[in-house]
């Protein structure tokens, strides 16, 4: 008598979720991985409009998904819309991974931070973020995550420098006292003489961006043994980049943030925790 069960393992999936998503490199990413670890899965674009985008992400489960990330401009909007989140993506206000849960409810969470960390860790051996004051250039939501990020690991002081000052301000308001830190808001015209006693720099605006205006940031006054990195990784190596490594600054480049942010949403919907490697940032950077 032939057995006629399907005994083959089911196809999990999973995807990104933003307006416009075409650019997304996160595809590559997870793809390599389930071919890398032979996992039986798959990750899609899922582009979705922002008046549609709740009732899409309520529909994850009966769309077959074990979960997604979520992109611009919908990250503030996922928080809104999950069944629970963790706290921390409570705290900076938006969620960027989503795990469906056994029963079917929403689960939101927030790996910006996370990636952000692992980067300049696997970036710069030995980089210790309670060495000495940290530079954020920003006040976007990238910055509010690795704002977090620098606050719960131990950042003694963090700068934050924006054009607006009043979304720095309010920035600063809403996450004072989520960490030891202290927050100090500086303005964007003596920006130059914020950058004495730095140990971290980071860039989490667009400003240097293909596409976008350059960054006018004088770095004459950062220490050279201050590491420097942007969050940019069109180009990978930016005008920042460029003039920090020609001074002596050890520099971090901004792919490896996006590489290691997703590795907990991987680890979450297929089971294993991936490693980011040289032929991973190769095959993603032949796709860019």
């Known amino acids: 008598m032939t057995d006629s069960t399907d005994h083959t393992t089911p196809i999990k999936r999973a995807g990104v979720m933003g307006w416009p998503v075409d650019h997304s490199l996160s595809p590559r990413v997870h793809g390599f991985w389930l071919q890398h670890y032979a996992i039986p899965g ?7 409009a922002p008046e549609h985008f709740a009732a899409k992400l309520r529909a994850l489960p009966q769309d077959g998904f074990t979960g997604a990330n979520v992109t611009v401009p919908h990250k503030e909007a996922a928080l809104k819309n999950v069944d629970d989140a963790h706290p921390l993506a409570r705290r900076i206000g938006a969620v960027n991974t989503i795990k469906v849960q056994d029963d079917g409810s929403l689960y939101g969470f927030n790996t910006d931070g996370f990636g952000f960390l692992e980067n300049l860790k696997a ?48 920035l600063a308001a809403d996450l004072t006292g989520l960490g030891q830190g202290d927050i100090i808001v500086g303005t964007w015209e003596q920006r130059m003489d914020h950058l004495e006693g730095a140990a971290l720099l980071a860039n989490t605006t667009t400003l240097g961006m293909k596409g976008q205006r350059s ?42 943030m996006l590489l290691h942010q997703a590795r907990p949403g991987f680890e979450a919907w297929f ?18």
Do not use: C, K, W
Not at 240 to 249: I, K, Q, S, V
């Open 123 to 170: 970036g710069y051996a030995g980089f210790d973020v309670t060495r000495g004051p940290a530079v954020l250039l920003g006040a976007g939501g990238a910055a509010r995550a690795i704002l977090a990020a620098l606050l719960d690991a131990g950042a003694p002081e963090i700068r934050v420098l924006n054009r607006t000052r009043e979304r720095a301000e309010q």
């Open 215 to 256: 960054l006018d940031l004088d770095i004459s006054s950062l220490p050279t043994d201050a590491v420097v990195n942007d969050i940019v990784y069109t180009p990978l190596e930016t005008d920042l980049l460029a003039r920090a490594r020609a001074r002596g600054n050890p520099v971090v480049d901004g792919l490896g």
């Open 42 to 48: 798959e990750y899609v674009r899922i582009p979705v």
């Open 271 to 288: 089971g294993h925790m991936p490693d980011v490697t040289e032929n991973l940032r190769a095959h993603v950077l032949s796709g860019a």
